[in-house]
């Protein structure tokens, strides 16, 4: 199957300063990104789609100026998590669609741990 | 909006036995897939299925979608460690939906 990174796997910082994730699709061109962001022992979370030169759409309850979204390219969108405060720390997980035809398959990244203290 | 209903909520085997995972929606499942996730990492793509009656084979998992396209199962052979996790379905809200509607997962556990 297709492959889809995320750097970092894992970030700690202080509350109040920015962090940027990337997630990358490494053998496919991806025209649609999802980030998602996961509680422990519950699902995912789908926080926006995001679609390559556009801006992205965020689901009803999520910050667009705190989680800032670029899909600047077609292997490549950041989600940046600014002004960070401890209740941002969750596990965020990207994910990437190939469309064949009118169907399609949608592959996730690793995930990133975010810790904000 | 769809919502998809898991069944178990989690699950204890016994190593070796066989087992199966529900998910059950109240509307048509345009595209139906299948997951494995290990705590702290990403999902792993298990199966896909689109077609009413599909059914799908991988290693010692099976899915199948029903004829109504409203309900999917998961089945493990011979159950092994290596398959322990949770199991999360997703699904296409409509044809050609963008984004995936997810169920809240079956936690699997397997006994030596």
């Known amino acids: 199957g297709a492959v889809v990174s995320q750097h970092p796997s894992r970030v700690i910082c202080k509350s109040g300063t920015s962090v940027k994730i990337e997630c990358r699709s490494l053998d496919f061109q991806a025209t649609t990104m999802f980030w998602y962001r996961q509680f422990p022992k519950q699902s995912l979370m789908l926080m926006a789609t995001s679609n390559e030169g556009s801006k992205a759409t965020y689901e009803q309850g999520v910050e667009k100026d705190k989680f800032l979204i670029n899909h600047a390219s077609l292997t490549l969108s950041t989600l940046t998590v600014t002004s960070a405060h401890p209740e941002d720390s969750s596990f965020y997980i990207c994910?990437?669609?190939?469309?064949?035809?009118?169907?399609?398959?949608?592959?996730f990244g690793p995930g990133t741990r975010l810790t904000v203290t | 909006s769809q919502e998809l209903e898991q069944s178990p909520q989690s699950l204890i085997v016994q190593e070796g036995k066989n087992l199966t995972i529900n998910c059950t929606s109240s509307?048509?499942?345009?595209?139906l897939y299948w997951y494995k996730q290990k705590y702290g990492e990403g999902l792993i793509f298990l199966m896909m299925l689109q077609k009413g009656g599909e059914e799908k084979s991988h290693e010692k998992i099976t899915a199948k979608l029903d004829e109504k396209k409203q309900q999917s199962s998961l089945h493990i052979t011979a159950s092994q460690p290596s398959h322990a996790g949770i199991y999360l379905c997703g699904a296409d809200e409509i044809q050609g939906a963008q984004k995936l509607v997810f169920g809240q997962g079956t936690r699997l556990t397997i006994n030596p």
């Open positions: 994910s990437a669609r190939i469309w064949q035809g009118r169907f399609s398959e949608q592959y």
């Open positions: 509307k048509t499942l345009y595209g």
